[in-house]
């Protein structure tokens, strides 16, 4: 390979090089050396060492803070795979083709509404005083309002509405690339439709699945608007501890730290997920 050659392929990287540098390593390098400082008297000094981390496993509040962003980004994934694949099938093999499109962009109308709307017109919905409390307390199966809003259910509710139709269109994009002949094969083998979908259907689509699932959970574990919102401050989760860090503390090294603990767990989850997202790669 000639040098002009070798140029020019680096010519056309350089510039992801250089934005991938500039707005990703360089931050992610300070903010690893500001989590080993500490905030003194009111000015951040270069301790270099590991207490903040240590604090943070030795606070109990700490802690469960990253354990209610675990809870509920598992529990939102959950329920949104099981929610989103009978969708993303009722889509792809019952709704004729000419339709589909029709569908999938009903499905995707959550994303054209501002995050920060959505929350707050979910929090509407689930007050005391909302279309909820008001339709069970009219049909007489409730007897006082229930308070849903400012909970971690309503945080859930908020994440499911988002996160089933992310992972409809990433489970629904996997169906349509699977042949119908696996299934006529398997008719043929004498496996009935759930045995077909058990051993053929599902395991095909799983990479589709977990691409899906690993998006929903990282999402849900780093977000801040919808439990700020919709929890409020009654449980928080890690991401609510860290601004309040920043914005009452100025503690920016503690963040710092907490930050770094949550990006090891998006890369544990990662990992976890590898096989799955390498075989949806390929």
Known sequence: M???????????????????????????????????????????????????????????????????????????????????????WIIAYRVPERWQRTALLLAILPFW????????????????????????????IIAEPLAIASSRYATIIGFVHFFVMLL??????????????????????????????????????????MVGGFLTFVLCVGDYITPKILGGSNELVLPQVIMLQIGRRADFPNAAAMSIILMLVVTAAYVLCARWLKMERS
């Open 168 to 209: 409809t269109l990433t489970i629904y994009a996997n169906l349509r690339q699977l042949s119908p002949n696996y299934a006529r094969a398997a008719a043929d083998l004498g496996a009935g439709p759930l045995r077909t979908f058990w051993h053929i259907i599902l395991p095909l689509t799983l990479p589709g699945v």
């Open 113 to 140: 509404t501002s995050y920060v709307v959505r929350s707050y017109a979910w929090l509407l919905v689930l007050a005391k005083q909302g279309i909820v409390n008001s339709f069970l307390l009219d049909i007489g």
């Open 2 to 88: 000639s040098a002009q050659s070798s140029w020019k392929r680096w010519r056309l990287v350089l510039p992801a090089l250089l934005w991938t540098v500039a707005f990703f390593i360089v931050p992610l390098g300070f903010m690893v050396v500001m989590s080993l400082w500490h905030r003194i008297g009111g000015k951040i000094v270069a301790t270099w060492n590991f207490e903040n981390y240590i604090e943070f496993f030795t606070k109990p509040h700490l802690v469960k803070a990253l354990l209610n962003s675990l809870e509920i980004g598992l529990t939102v994934t959950v329920i949104s795979i099981f929610l989103a694949y009978p969708l993303a």
